[in-house]
């Protein structure tokens, strides 16, 4: 899955994070979510994840409208852009990530 590749390729890059937005499927349409991942791990600022780091980030259906690459540390409300908005599979070639 994609989004395995893209935690297991941010391991390498500690000073960078990746700020993935888009659509879930929801009961009453589409609801917008956004996802951080970080040295490995995804984390979600819109909706609750499993405690299980086994169990995907995403739900079958989730759509990805487009990937951002920071500078992390994150600083809130200063956030640094390295690269994108772009296509999440741009971030698949981890020069990509080098910003």
Partial sequence: MTL???????RSFAD??????????GPDGPEPF???IFRGISSS????TAFDPDQPALPD???V????????PLRPGAPERLAGPAAIDHFLNPEAWQG
Avoid: K
């Avoid at 960078?16 to 499927?25: A, D, I, K, T, V």
């Avoid at 600022?45 to 609750?48: C, D, S, V």
């Avoid at 409208?65 to 992390?72: G, K, Q, S, V, Y």
């Fill in 4 to 10: 395995a590749a893209l935690e297991a390729i941010s």
């Fill in 16 to 25: 960078r994070l990746l700020q993935l937005r888009g659509q879930l499927p």
């Fill in 34 to 36: 956004e996802l951080l």
């Fill in 45 to 48: 600022l819109t909706h609750p």
């Fill in 61 to 63: 259906g989730a759509v």
């Fill in 65 to 72: 409208d487009d990937a951002t690459l920071l500078r992390a």
